[in-house]
């Protein structure tokens, strides 16, 4: 075990489980806080990082937390981002915001994977993230639809447009991919994609989309894995009289 100032570090756990432990943690209203913060950590965990070199980085960094920091905890974060530059980032990201985004932007060409929760209104961010030169290193990618108000995935269909197309120059880096199956959108050949999972919001899966999904599997002539998540829950209710048609170019 190695101790830093207010908790235990365990080599042997994965840094990114300890990481989200601290930041799911939360005191009671009018309560004092039993554990330190996410910026916190990344603060008084920097000499760690530094002695182990394969040791990730992981970043957390929620849509209220970074802009709420006072002064010295987003100085620590800057502190802890420069002492770790040639280490490979895993960033977790619930919600993107401006200025989180260019807070880290000095730091994504270290960024082997990116995990982010999304609703509809990030598509404009998504996009400016996923198309960024920076991003040499990924190499993991996955990305998770959080439902807003104005959209019950039990009722309808996402709007169109909102899951971004992946650029070749991004796309030909990755090695393993989760998106949403909707409007799947695959611009070029990947051959490095070894691990793909597609996922589904309980919404609509009509016959001619396994059609543009058996398409976009073509691009991948590696795949190892494929994993499809969740049923499809309009299948049982769909007619089977007609055979799939491919789309129109």
Known sequence: MVHNRLVPINRSLPPELLMGIFALVRPELGEEPT??????????WRELVLQIPQFRANLIARRTNLHEATHSR?????????????????????GLEGRAMKFFSLYLHNVVSITVYVDFSDVTLLNQLLTDERLSRLA??????????????DRQEPPTGWIPALRSVTLSRLNTLKIPRI??????ESPSLRHLCLTTCACHF????????????????????????????????????????????
Not at 140 to 153: A, D, E, K, Q, V
């Open 140 to 153: 993991g990618l996955s990305i998770n639809l959080i439902p807003n108000s104005t959209w019950s995935i």
């Open 74 to 94: 987003r100085a620590a974060i800057r502190s802890a981002l420069a002492h770790t530059r040639e280490l490979a980032l895993t960033v977790f990201w619930v």
């Open 183 to 188: 409007h799947l959108n695959v611009e070029a």
């Open 35 to 44: 554990c330190p913060s996410t910026l916190l950590v990344c603060r008084y």
């Open 206 to 249: 009509r016959i001619q989309d396994s059609t543009r999904l058996l398409d976009a599997l073509a691009q991948f002539p590696n795949l190892a894995t494929l994993s499809l998540l969740h049923a499809l829950p309009s299948c049982a209710h769909a007619s089977l009289s007609d055979p799939p048609r491919r789309l129109s170019a």
